[in-house]
């Protein structure tokens, strides 16, 4: 056993309805040796995404939930400190689930890859990374943008929101409209991201603003929140339009399933399309997303934010900064600086 | 003016709740004598779908609403008796938005066409019409099946469900599952429409038989009845489902919209895509249609029933079958012989 000590936050009790952060456990176990072929990594940022209040639901879905006294399941970037593997050495930062914990050892790939050279490890867990992915695929191969489309993002100053919403605006959006809470989050969305307008769900009626913006309809909305936010953009779609099913943040701490989008039938009265999708699915054209989205970057035309909070000790209220709206851009935590 | 005397069913009041016969009001005009170029039809059939139920209600929709005192619109097929049309002479049958009436003076297309050589006049109501069409686009061009999918149709005892469902199996389908309501329509699905199986949704639940039934999840779900039905089949999708919203009669009578699909979500989880469609829009598309319906009506591919009742007096009482679940197949009202 090395003399580390590896803090490790755990699922203590399955959350029901908000989750709070007492449903997680702090413990501390030593890090193991090394095995032959392994290399442990210190990790440097947890991700944190709405979709892991899903994972923590004791129901199948697109990942098996987390079982209760395992590790909190997170996207992490760390940095690899000792190595016995060919293929990965000191100083190498990587990416991959590696949880709520300040170590972990690792056997290679799956599960675990170097980040491309160069990229900054915070951005790698924002718009270089998942998030950005999300973003860029949810928009382009379900929202099938064309040019002067009139496209709304609810949950847009998130940190996929804002990416989506910027992407429509290079992609040839006549008109790209943000929803969000707070007028705060409104201004930065026109102010800085180029956001056409923002509506701000916490003061304004969502249904007839989303009418006076989009008088001709919505073309594609990509919504991040469901509720009756996707209802008020079902009631404007325009005429063969999309909704691009990212995330449906606004029930995900409920306790039985929120009602469902009734003003669905608008689907079959415009000629509409909803469709889901997961990010996982693209994984094998990440390349040329990363490409783009690197691109656009350097050049200016995606502006990002990062919410950086600090300390392992603040994981789990940094979580629910995700339902309390605190967050602008994407939420991180940072856990330690890179040691090598 | 013709001494001829036009029976017709007038909107007499925008139903609220349920449609009842005394939102009609039954009215007698004169025929009045034909114009230069126009042409009188005598209507022989009335075709009744769900969606008439909805042109009722003072709302913006992919038709306008029918006003108060107008004819009630309904598609149907008459036979021209006198005509000073070039191109319409006494004895054509023809088709249209013709309405609940006896006489109807057209001035020609849009809005009346001539009947294809052959076909029987109650045959253009249902399967060799907008019914058949309905099911064919609904399935073909939004469904998009595959050799082996598992399909489920809801309605699938009335007009557009039980031809959806047999096209379904034309194309490939591994298993067809019909949801009606009724053992009698049940059987008729399994024994001789050739479904594989039918759910009795007054009797069993839908969910769980659905589960059972199709264990693999369902690759298609064609929707004409929404509510319940259509959350018990949402959270029965395989990966990448299509759900075709073709109708949602289970909530057309409401005063309030019913509560929407809660498990759409599912749509994420799967990957699956939700879409509607009106049979309007794939007209420049119905030559081609016809006739892979017409060949597999005279292969005995496909069958088909008509609940036919008959007299004008009975007009708003046979609407109502729809939404008493009565009518087995397409529902029609026979108001003539053709008198040519």
Request: hydrophobic share 40%; with cysteine.
């Amino acid at each position: 056993m090395s003399n580390r000590k590896n803090g490790q936050w755990r699922l203590k009790t399955r959350p029901v309805g908000m989750v709070k952060t007492t449903d997680f456990e702090f413990v501390t176990e030593p890090v193991p040796d090394l095995k032959a072929n392994e290399f442990l990594v210190r990790n440097l940022y947890f991700s944190f995404e709405p979709a892991m209040r899903g994972w923590l639901n004791d129901v199948e879905s697109y990942v098996p939930p987390v079982q209760v006294n395992e590790v909190m399941r997170a996207f992490t970037v760390g940095q690899v400190i000792e190595s016995d593997s060919a293929d990965f050495s000191p100083g190498d930062f990587v990416q991959g689930m590696l949880g709520w914990q300040e170590y972990v050892t690792c056997g290679g790939p799956p599960g675990v890859s170097k980040l491309s050279e160069g990229i900054p490890p915070h951005l790698a867990l924002s718009v270089l990374g998942g998030t950005g992915l999300t973003a860029y695929f949810g928009l382009l191969d379900i929202g099938k943008p064309k040019q002067g489309d009139v496209v709304v993002v609810s949950g847009a100053a998130g940190a996929t929101g804002s990416v989506a919403g910027q992407i429509a605006k290079i992609k040839g959006a006549s008109k790209v409209v943000g929803i969000a809470g707070g007028a705060e989050k409104c201004v930065w969305l026109t102010d800085e991201l180029g956001f056409d307008a923002a509506i701000d769900y916490k003061t304004e009626n969502v249904e007839d603003r989303l009418a006076t913006l989009c008088p001709e309809g919505i073309n594609i909305f990509f919504d991040n929140v469901g509720g009756s936010i996707l209802d008020d953009a079902l009631t404007n779609m325009a005429m063969h339009g999309r909704v691009v099913l990212c995330g449906a943040i606004s029930g995900y701490n409920d306790e039985d399933l929120p009602p469902g989008p009734k003003n669905y039938t608008q689907l079959i009265v415009q000629r509409g399309r909803m469709e889901g999708f997961i990010v996982f699915d693209y994984m094998h054209k990440a390349s040329e997303a990363m490409q783009d989205l690197s691109a656009w970057l350097s050049e200016g035309r995606i502006k990002h934010t990062e919410d950086i909070q600090e300390g392992i000790e603040n994981a789990p209220v940094t979580f629910l900064r995700l339902f309390q709206g605190k967050n602008k851009g994407k939420q991180l935590l940072k856990i330690a600086d890179a040691p090598i």
